[in-house]
């Protein structure tokens, strides 16, 4: 714990030279595994506020990661920012998960998976949490001679037990409050394995025999947990993303390493953000191809067509491609909240194919062709259709243009619904109609023809 607790005291001095951190708290051994290990420090970090200061928090993640690999050679210390929708801060954005039949072979690949992740820029401080190689001691208990001498193997446990270990061996109450009596060696005379000749047990006749005698003592290693994932022999491959990639392309990076170093037999799942990622990307796309389905059944039950529709859904793709060329250009990724811009996107943007084509059919009710329906719709329409959009991207503008604390999340939406809305806005204007004439019937029946032929009288009646 001493040599943790130095590395501590090294991470203390780097976080004081940060000028936006404005209060840190570090634990050595905090307790989140058990048994609590001792070569373990945690530490939470509070910045100054958002407007009190010039950097992001990814800015001084990137900043104090350096001082920490060149500073503090002797441990492996890396800051991690906490991830986002309340997911578990101990949990690393990538978490990818091997399954096999033994932990020997999964500490080959794991190994091999380590060897490819260090070597891409896309993943930062990768680790697995299969270690079979924990220093253990192991006492081996001479019967024989522990026999000779009448001491029993139960006395050598208890006492191994009572001055390494400790164990209660009463409670007492003093001033209303009650202590536990612990029965132990202090910490200076156990901390080496040559303690265990200061260690005595007694023999049946009452004779003091040094435990040294009695047993011997080995160096050895073990699993330190041996994890498992759908009850499957597992390793997780951890890591963190690097600053300038995305989740995805960290995963990519892996999946490109097991199709690689990984045996046939080998099955690999992502667990924690990770899965959660790959799942909410999957859902997302259903939602964003039933939210076209909807919209598409609705204005075929609306117009009482499968062609009128399918003219006014082809607004969708040009919307789809200002929104993915706007976040392009501002450097945006294709994460949860464009992707949820984007399903608002498909309502916000099949209005200007519904103004043209309700408008153009009412049009040929009264006798027009469909061109000149058309046309003359484009052009009564067209202000309606710039006055709403104009509305929509004024709206959207001061999200894209966000700043301050949480703007990443604010400003995927601002772009896509502006970037979609007019480059959509702009080609819906030449396509719909071209479109409404190429693949909407070519004959309609108007009422006013309708009325006209039932007001014919039939020759033979007159005769």
């Known amino acids: 714990m001493s040599y943790t607790d130095g590395y501590a005291r090294l991470l203390e001095r780097i976080y004081s030279e940060v000028p936006e951190i404005r209060n840190y708290f570090v634990a050595v051994a905090p307790g989140l595994e ?3 290990p001792v070569n373990m420090a945690l530490s939470f970090v509070q910045l100054a506020p958002w407007d ?11 900043a104090i990661a350096p001082k920490m690999f060149a500073g503090m050679p002797g441990v492996l210390a890396f800051p991690i920012n906490p991830p986002s929708l309340g997911q578990n801060f101990r949990n690393p954005p990538v978490q990818y998960v091997i399954q096999a039949s033994s932990y020997e072979q999964l500490d080959e690949m794991s190994n091999k998976m380590l060897a490819k992740a260090r070597e ?12 079979l190689n924990k220093p253990q001691l192991a006492v ?6 522990a026999a000779s001498m009448g001491v029993d193997v139960d006395t050598i446990g208890r006492t ?3 001055m390494l270990g400790g164990r209660q061996v009463t409670r007492f109450k003093r001033e209303g409050k009650q202590y536990d009596v612990i029965l132990q060696l202090e910490g200076k005379d156990r901390d080496t394995p040559t303690d265990l000749t200061s260690i005595f047990v007694r023999t049946r006749d009452g004779r003091l025999v040094q435990l040294s005698n009695l047993v011997k003592m080995r160096e050895t290693v073990a699993a330190k947990e041996l994890n498992h994932f759908n009850r499957l022999r597992a390793a997780i491959i951890s890591a963190n993303v690097a600053p300038g990639y995305t989740l995805g392309e960290a995963l990519e990076v892996l999946d490109r390493a097991g199709a690689e170093v990984l045996d046939k037999s080998a099955k690999t799942e992502l667990d924690g953000p990770s899965r959660e990622f790959r799942e909410s990307g999957t859902a997302l796309a259903l939602t964003f191809l039933l939210a076209l389905a909807f919209i598409y059944l609705v204005l075929a039950a609306q117009f009482e067509s499968f062609s009128s529709p399918f003219v006014i859904m082809l607004t969708v793709p040009l ?12 450097g945006g990724t294709l994460n949860v909240y464009s992707q949820i811009g984007m399903v608002m996107l498909i309502g916000l943007i099949t209005k200007n194919g519904i103004l043209i084509v309700e408008f ?29 959009t104009g509305a929509m991207v004024l709206g959207a503008v001061p999200l894209a243009l966000a700043t301050g604390a949480g703007a990443e999340a604010r400003q995927p939406i601002g772009w896509v ?8 806005t702009f080609f819906t204007l030449f396509v719909i109609p071209t479109a409404y004439v190429l693949l909407v019937g070519q004959k309609t029946i108007h009422p006013e023809e309708t009325a006209v032929h039932e007001q014919v009288p039939d020759p033979a009646a007159g005769r």
Not at 364 to 380: F, H, W
Request: proline share 4%; aromatic share 0%; no cysteine.
């Open 34 to 36: 058990r048994p609590n």
């Open 52 to 62: 009190e200061r010039t950097r992001k928090t990814q800015e001084v993640t990137a």
């Open 120 to 131: 891409s820029k896309a993943l930062a401080n990768p680790d697995t949490d299969l270690r």
């Open 140 to 145: 081996d208990i001479d019967r024989d001679k």
């Open 160 to 162: 191994l037990e009572t």
């Open 319 to 330: 919307a789809m491609t200002g929104a993915l060329l706007a976040l392009k250009l501002t």
């Open 360 to 388: 153009a059919n009412q049009l040929r009710e009264q006798g027009r062709s469909k061109l000149e329906a058309v046309v003359e719709a484009s052009a009564l329409r067209l202000r309606p259709i710039l006055m709403t």
């Open 417 to 424: 619904i502006v970037g979609g809305l007019l480059l959509g």
